[in-house]
């Protein structure tokens, strides 16, 4: 017994040591850290000399709303550390570097970006074309170049590519997890409700493939993204037929090479030199000019930290709220929806008499339809207070997410936007069956037929189908109404559009959807000319980051922490931590139950990370 406690208190010594170690660790790390950045901060030492390059190292997942840092995935203790690159970081450090004739050109690091939405890579596309018309040259290196990496690349003046590398385009697909034949393995019973033809939600619980409805719907909106990106690439490269050639014959092309990937991809014009690491900073030092080891260069945090666009002095404001992620119920951090927070936040800014317009911007596909009601009404609620609302849609605005846009005086998207999947499900996972194969059973009385209705242990009675039917009957036509109102449509029409199809941002614009193309900064220069201010100020509506976060901001340009413990992806095989994801992901909304507006498809297309 006395070594029992001799060793408990032991492991309590030695916990406390590690933690002690950790924090006056991060502590010193904390005012070192401080010390430098306080020095840039002063006007002497912080200096952009003529001909620099902004290096731009997009990382991990490009996201609109990073997520909250976990201090113990920093500290190790197994934890997830998200790695992510913010949108509108990238968007506004372009933009100011594109009038910054300090900044000679812009070197893209894209080796260790994970994944991106197809409407988050058009908006850096469409900013790095800015900077090109400007008469500055942007270079693009990787080790390799996957899907979303090359299409940021091919906007380049100048694409390398390392010597072992590979450029991978294999197209857009879906293919969801399907579990119904688990379900049965294990006897459990899953009560599925839905309205909308194309409403695939609840499929991978009810079939073991893709049902006819959901494989047309799919190939439809896949199409459309796919011809939108070739297309792109083809126009930024000039190499359309060498495009087609690469994409469609891939084994004929590696054949002629020998099997050499970087060679095939250089013979197809795909990329334009083949460079080792070794080679890169020489070769930039002889165009930007050599500092130290390095060549001359300024990454893109600090230069938005000490040179990035100024805010107006104008006394009214445009507030900019993010909803990005699924939406669930009740508070919820950064990287979710949460339908009490975001409903705080656009409180409070419609409460402040300097805001006259809000944007809300989008980058979700859906989830609770009690959380996305409780945002519409409070974005009603800023409408009776006078200000605009314009909603801007990123890479998804689906199902749940297209709900809260529907109080929005304009919607604006992209063309590779996920929208629409207007449509309602809902989700009764019961175990009668498992509990009856262990010999478990359950019995009882009640005073109504409704207390036993809906249960996990009995399953779901005929009156309690009828009823959550019904329900989820009245959401849809609530839907339906919601969308007519909004957009000036007859119930009918919106019924024929919505079923829970998706449909890509140019489709939807064309079935009245949305009403015009364009990215976040288009929004807000529309809900200024909506609310007629000349004169504004920008807002950007989220949580301030924590004491700890704002030190790891401080930290990330110089030391990319998140870098360092972020893993590095294959180049081809298939990630087992994503589908993994995928599978959580897929079996989120039976382990919840309830009635949801949300979009299956979308997980495809977007950074699994954010959802």
Excluded at 176 to 197: H, S
Excluded at 228 to 251: C, F, H, M, W
Excluded at 276 to 302: A, E, H, V
Aim: a negative charge.
């Amino acid at each position: 017994m006395l070594k029992f406690i001799g060793a408990l208190f032991y492991g309590a010594y030695r916990c406390l040591k590690v933690i002690t170690v950790l924090v006056f660790g991060l502590f010193a790390l904390g005012i070192l850290i401080a010390t430098i950045n306080s020095s840039m901060q002063t006007k002497d030492a912080f200096f952009i000399a003529d001909g620099t390059a902004l290096e731009i190292p997009i990382q991990g997942f490009v996201v609109e709303e990073a997520q909250s840092i976990d201090p113990l995935a920093l500290a190790g203790f197994g934890a997830d550390l998200a790695t992510e690159t913010v949108l509108v970081q990238v968007t506004q450090a372009l933009k100011s570097a594109k009038d910054d004739e300090r900044i000679k050109g812009v070197v893209l690091r894209l080796d260790r970006m994970f994944d991106a939405s197809p409407a988050a890579l058009a908006e850096i596309g469409m900013n790095l074309a800015a900077v090109k018309a400007a008469g500055k040259t942007v270079y693009a290196y990787g080790d390799f170049y996957t899907q979303p990496q090359y299409y940021l690349a091919s906007f380049a003046d100048q694409v390398w590519l390392n010597p072992a590398g590979i450029v991978s385009l294999t197209g857009y697909g879906i293919y969801p997890l399907y579990f119904k034949e688990a379900l049965d393995k294990y006897g459990v019973t899953v009560n599925t409700f839905r309205v909308g033809e194309y409403k695939s939600f609840i499929e991978p619980y009810t079939r073991s493939d893709m049902s006819d409805q959901a494989r047309q719907a799919n190939k439809s909106f896949l199409g459309d993204l796919w011809r939108s990106y070739t297309a792109t690439v083809a126009q930024n490269r000039g190499e359309d037929a060498a495009l087609t050639q690469y994409i469609q014959k891939p084994l004929e092309g590696l054949k002629a090479v020998e099997g050499n990937s970087a060679q095939w991809a250089l013979k197809s014009g795909l990329v334009d030199a083949l460079i080792t690491r070794q080679d890169l900073t020489s070769r930039l030092g002889s165009i930007f000019g050599k500092s130290g080891n390095d060549y001359k260069k300024i990454d893109y945090r600090t230069y938005l930290i000490n040179a990035g666009p100024k805010s107006a002095a104008g006394s009214d404001a445009v507030a900019v709220l993010f909803a990005s992620g699924q939406i669930l119920d009740g508070e919820q951090p950064a990287g979710q929806v949460g339908g009490d927070t975001l409903a705080k936040r656009i409180r409070q800014a419609s409460l402040n008499k300097s805001v006259k317009a809000l944007v809300l911007r989008i980058d979700s596909p859906g989830g609770s339809a009690f959380a996305s009601e409780i945002i519409r009404q409070e974005l009603i609620a800023a409408k009776t207070r006078g200000q605009k609302i314009v909603a801007s849609f990123g890479g998804a605005a689906a199902s749940g997410g297209y709900w809260i846009a529907t109080p929005a005086d304009k919607i604006m998207a992209h063309p590779s936007t996920i929208t629409g999947s207007i449509g309602v499900f809902a989700v009764i996972p019961s175990f009668e069956k498992t509990l009856k194969d262990f010999g478990v059973a359950s019995d009882g009385v009640a005073t109504t037929e409704l207390a036993g209705a809906i249960s996990a242990t009995r399953g779901v009675s005929d009156l309690g189908k009828d009823l959550l039917q019904v329900q989820v009957n009245q959401s849809y036509q609530q839907f339906l109404n919601l969308v007519a109102n909004a957009r000036d449509m007859s119930v009918a029409d919106v019924d024929q559009v919505a079923q829970g199809r998706v449909w890509s941002g140019a489709q939807a614009l064309e079935r009245g959807l949305v009403d015009a193309f364009g990215t976040l900064d288009d929004a807000i220069a529309l809900a200024a000319e909506l609310a007629e201010l000349e004169d504004y100020r920008e807002i950007y509506v989220t949580d301030p980051p924590s004491p700890f976060e704002q030190f790891l901001q401080q930290l990330e340009p110089y030391l990319s922490v998140r870098q360092i413990v972020a893993a590095y992806p294959a180049q081809l095989t298939p990630r087992l931590d994503r589908m993994i994801t995928q599978a959580k992901q897929s079996l989120d909304a039976l382990s919840r139950g309830g009635i949801y507006a949300r979009c299956i498809e979308c997980l495809a297309l977007t950074p699994a990370a954010q959802y």
